[in-house]
């Protein structure tokens, strides 16, 4: 199911190679600096001290507001062999040290409550590190990608960088998202057998999973119109539909199942499902039809409840009914 793009090995090592030309000559950007001035750890303890020692002359300067601007260039050459996609901020030794100048308590008898070094790290982040990563999300994050999506997420879920990730960042996310579903799962009416046809079918399961992985951070209104309206309705359920009943259908349908947030079913109270999953539980239900009629009662039960975990319990329970299956009631807790 990956979707990774494979690079040939001759420009794996050709790329390898520019970037260890690339890193070698960043090591030398700062050779001839005293480490006490090139050191974010250290230099962040001389100001500490004067915090410490001096604390109304501190918060006079600004010096809060002033760390960002003078931390830049250090750590914009930490960042060169970062790749957001890849590795979390918190593992960064920089970040690191940040964190812990922020949290560093004011141990003087200074009267001043207003202490903003707090805001050090997150003014770091919105100042030098959101660019990078917004650059990434524009140019480089393949949203197809199940383990650069995941990471991208949990930087984006980071309590740090939440709070700085704004509309402008989710507006370059959903908008590579959109060219994604627009682009890169197209199903060519090609033969059932045809590797294109069957490669763009796996492509969309994945996008399914990944755009999906987006709930709670980007507005759930756009993840369900990509994920619900456009990919599963749109595209997948052709697909669905035109794959012959039985167990590769059913496969396909708990993979979707299994891949829709919890929390968008919590509130139904009704026993009806989401809007954008009618037409798949219309699906499901001709699924169950099927596996009963050529007594296939386990398969049976299985789609039966991928309709309860979905809160379709109308159309489980009227299933219910038709075929006199009064054993299964306790399923939607009757």
Excluded at 21 to 40: G, M, P, Q, T, Y
Excluded at 117 to 145: C, G, H, M, N
Excluded at 292 to 310: A, C, G, I, P, Y
């Amino acid at each position: 199911m990956s979707s990774d793009d494979e690079l040939t090995p001759s420009e794996v090592t050709e790329f390898q190679k520019s970037k260890d030309n690339l890193l070698e000559d960043s090591r030398k950007v700062f050779e001839d600096v005293h480490a006490e001035f090139c050191d974010i750890r250290k230099i962040l303890l001389k100001f500490q001290e004067w915090k410490e020692k001096f604390p109304d002359s501190y918060c006079d300067a600004y010096i809060s507001f002033c760390l960002p601007k003078l931390l830049n260039p250090l750590i914009r050459v930490q960042l060169i062999n970062w790749n957001p996609l890849e590795v979390g901020l918190e593992e960064m030794p920089w970040f690191r040290a940040i964190e812990e100048f922020s949290d560093a308590k004011n141990v003087s008898e200074s009267k001043r409550d207003d202490d903003t070094d707090q805001e050090v790290l997150p003014r770091v982040i919105e100042k030098t590190i959101l660019p990078k990563i917004t650059a990434f999300v524009k140019s480089v994050w393949d949203p197809l990608s199940t383990s650069q999506t995941k990471n991208l997420v949990h930087l984006s879920s980071e309590d740090t960088l939440i709070i700085l990730f704004k509309q402008d960042f989710l507006n370059v996310v959903v908008l590579r998202m959109k060219k994604s579903v627009e682009e890169d799962v197209f199903i060519p009416l090609y033969p059932k057998s045809h590797q294109v046809y069957i490669f763009s079918v796996s492509s969309l399961m994945q996008l399914l999973s990944n755009v999906l992985l987006w709930d709670g951070i980007v507005q759930e209104d756009t993840v369900r119109d990509l994920g619900l309206s456009k990919l599963l309705n749109r595209y997948l359920l052709l697909n669905l539909l035109n794959t012959p009943l039985g167990p590769e259908n059913t496969e396909k349908c708990t993979k979707v199942v299994a891949c829709l947030p919890e929390r968008w079913f919590q509130d139904l109270r009704s026993g009806s499902t989401l809007p954008e999953l009618l037409n798949f539980c219309q699906h499901l239900l001709k699924c169950a039809r099927m596996l009963h009629k050529n007594n296939h009662s386990d398969e049976t039960k299985e789609v039966l409840l991928l309709l309860v975990k979905v809160k379709a319990l109308h159309i489980v329970e009227d299933f219910i009914e038709e075929y006199k299956l009064e054993h299964l009631k306790s399923m939607i807790g009757k």
